[in-house]
C-alpha cells in the first residue's frame, strides 16, 4: 500500500505562484512513476504534469507548459510541483498520483494517462482570484 499526501495548497491571486508537495510511504518511491493531475468544480479529471523514475524526463499539458516544473526527491519520497503565473482557470482541486508498476522500466518512461496511476493522494485546493 502506497500513501500520498499532498500540501502547499491555498490562494493566491493571479500571477502568483505556489509549490504543491506530494510526500510518499514506502520504500520503492525511487521506481514510480509520479504524475499531478487536477478538477475543477463540475469537470473532469485532467492531466497536468508528470515525471520518470528518474527525473530525467518529463511531460505536461498544454495549458500549464511553461508556467508549471515538476520535480521530484528521491531521497525523500516527495514530488513537487511547481506553478507559477497563475491564473483563474488554474483553480482546482489538485492531485497528486503514483504509477507504481510502470508499463517500462525506461529512466525516461512517463504517462499522462490517468487509467495509468495505481495511487492518489486525497488532494489539494489551489484558488486562483482574478
Known amino acids: 500500500q502506497v500513501q500520498l499526501v499532498e500540501s502547499g495548497g491555498g490562494l493566491v491571486q493571479a500571477g502568483g505562484s505556489l509549490r504543491l508537495s506530494c510526500a510518499a510511504s514506502g520504500r520503492t518511491f525511487r521506481t514510480y512513476v509520479m504524475g499531478w493531475f487536477r478538477q475543477a468544480p463540475g469537470k473532469e479529471r485532467e492531466f497536468v504534469a508528470t515525471?520518470?523514475?528518474?527525473?530525467?524526463?518529463?511531460f505536461y499539458a498544454d495549458s500549464v507548459k511553461g508556467r508549471f516544473t515538476i520535480s521530484r526527491d528521491n531521497a525523500k519520497n516527495t514530488a513537487y510541483l511547481q506553478m507559477n503565473s497563475l491564473k483563474p482557470e488554474d483553480t482546482a482541486v489538485y492531485y497528486c498520483a503514483a504509477d507504481v508498476d510502470p508499463y517500462s522500466g525506461s529512466y525516461v518512461y512517463i504517462t499522462p494517462l490517468i487509467s495509468q496511476y495505481d495511487y492518489w493522494g486525497q488532494g489539494t485546493q489551489v484558488t486562483v482570484s482574478s
Open positions: 515525471i520518470s523514475w528518474s527525473g530525467a524526463n518529463t
